[in-house]
């Protein structure tokens, strides 16, 4: 096969390339690889089963049109402060001003017209005098949430645009590897089952998630593209009543909190909170449980669940971030027999593992009724602990009562942002005609970001057409 454009991975990153190349006109012939389901194909048994199953080959919940954001609360951060450091490669005005633009896109795709967090009203204000106080920053971050059903909508309707426009997109099909003539990329081979391909194009956009990260890295190495350890998020979902984060749910919706605890001084941040919101359980191919959040437009829990991660970095004499957070990951597994650990605050502090029969002692219900009782400090690095406990309990000065003996902490919540490729401006690896997007380049770690890179990849390529 050959084609102008090979675009792999039809998440965020790669179906706002196909998009914009589009929107600016480009006839060049375009063909996605996406090695799950058209989104109306994507079921995630749960929902009938009541627990994960473990789907094979892959998830239904990351994986198929729209990446790990169809099934995802699809929360848009409006801010180019949050998403990932992209603004870094390209400069924060044209970041922010590419997010305005695609956010236009998502609104006239149905998205909801309403942005929370967008005033800075007397009570903003106020949580923000309390953050200061306790030594945190409070981040400026408008939201517009999708919702997980409403997303897929959206998504739907994208993805109907598309397939409209001549854009040709192979489901079910996985990439295994590049073409390459000497520092020249020619394309990518493809197989489903059995079968296989080879595309030819003058263009190869990778773009195939977090979860393609560890593939992505191994193929940097076998062909020489530069690239760089990045980090990696290791932390928890933790999970309090409605009541407690009233305030703050009502007035910012998603509190952005930044600190760096003594006596480390590690960045530690919170991130994805969901009001009403419902915890969840991902599956990766490698079988490793990890804890996620999400919110849906109408269905509420009496429940407010947020991650609080803690960035990590290695560099000599080990440098393999993802491999450290998996161990992690499954050594927590092992303690949960293959579930998601959940503890509560005051046990924790009290050096003591949690009793599944002590949760019901709480006014707090978990929302993820599969997840196991037991001591996720057996498991959870010290450094990572001690700066979990001591922002949770600077975060309590900001929303009184989130500190509490019976808040629950859901690990391992984990989150692969390695491998961070280098790239021009421009996206241009130092492999001619193979260029990097999204979540699995390192450079995004958000919807948003990740639909601009591909906004700003549609352009690149449509120059390169022109010129
Ligand atoms: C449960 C959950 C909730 C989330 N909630 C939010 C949120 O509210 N707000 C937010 O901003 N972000 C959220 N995120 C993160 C967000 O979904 C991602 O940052 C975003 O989807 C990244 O986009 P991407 O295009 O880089 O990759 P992805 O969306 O991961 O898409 C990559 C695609 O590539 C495909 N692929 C991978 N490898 C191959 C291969 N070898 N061959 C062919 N296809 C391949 C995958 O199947 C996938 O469809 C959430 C993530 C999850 C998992």
């Keep these: 096969m050959n084609t102008d454009v090979v675009i792999v991975g039809a998440g965020p990153a790669g179906i706002f390339t196909a998009l914009e190349l589009r929107r600016q006109g480009s006839r060049q012939k375009i063909i996605m690889v996406e090695k799950g389901q058209p989104v109306e194909k994507r079921h995630c048994p749960k929902s009938k089963t009541g627990r994960c199953v473990n789907c094979k080959p892959y998830c239904h919940i990351t994986t198929g049109f729209s990446g790990a954001g169809a099934f995802s609360d699809g929360k848009l951060s409006l801010s180019c402060e949050v998403g990932g450091d992209l603004p870094d490669l390209i400069g924060a005005g044209l970041a922010q001003e590419t997010i305005e633009y695609t956010d236009q896109i998502y609104l006239e795709f149905g998205a909801d017209e309403h ?56 489901f079910g099909w996985e990439c295994r590897n590049l073409i390459l003539d000497g520092e020249t990329c020619l394309g990518v081979s493809i197989a489903r089952g059995t079968e296989t391909e080879e595309i030819r194009a003058s263009h190869t956009v990778i773009a195939t998630g977090r979860r393609g990260a560890d593939w992505l890295e191994r193929i940097c190495q076998e062909h020489s593209i530069a690239h760089q350890p990045g980090t990696v998020d290791i932390g928890v979902r933790v999970e309090v009543r409605n009541e407690v984060m009233e305030n703050v749910n009502n007035v910012l919706y998603e509190s952005k909190l930044i600190g760096y605890p003594l006596p480390f001084k590690n960045k530690v941040r919170t991130f994805c909170q969901n009001p009403g919101g419902f915890v969840s359980q991902e599956n990766y191919d490698d079988d490793l449980a990890v804890v996620n959040g999400h919110s849906y437009k ?43 650990l959940v503890q509560r605050f005051g046990d924790i502090l009290d050096g003591k593992r949690t009793w599944q029969n ?60 390695s491998n961070r490729v280098k790239m021009d401006d421009h996206f241009h690896t130092n492999v001619h005609g193979l260029h990097c997007l999204g979540d699995s ?3 995004t770690r958000g919807l948003m970001m990740a639909s601009v890179m591909g906004v700003l990849m549609g352009r690149y390529l449509v120059q390169d057409e022109l010129s």
């Design 298 to 340: 109408e269905l509420k829990s009496n429940n407010t669940n947020l991650a609080i991660l803690c960035s990590h970095n290695f560099s000599h004499p080990f440098n393999q971030p993802i491999a450290y957070a998996q161990k992690v990951g499954e050594l927590t597994n092992m303690l949960g027999d293959g579930h998601i």
């Design 115 to 170: 942005v929370e967090g967008a005033e800075n009203t007397d009570a903003v204000k106020a949580i923000r005098k309390r953050a200061i106080q306790a030594g945190l920053k409070l981040v400026d971050c408008p939201i517009r949430h999708l919702g997980t059903e409403k997303a897929q909508q959206i998504y739907g309707a994208i993805e109907h645009h598309l397939l409209e426009n001549d854009i040709e997109i192979l």
């Design 441 to 443: 380049s390192g450079w």
């Design 358 to 417: 002590e949760l019901s002692r709480s006014n707090l219900v978990p929302t993820l009724p599969d997840a196991v009782a037991g001591d996720i400090t057996a498991a959870m690095p010290y450094r990572s602990m001690v700066n979990i406990i001591h922002f949770m309990q600077a975060v309590d000065h900001v929303v009184p009562g989130f500190a509490s003996i019976e808040t629950l902490l859901y690990s391992p919540e984990l989150k692969f942002y």
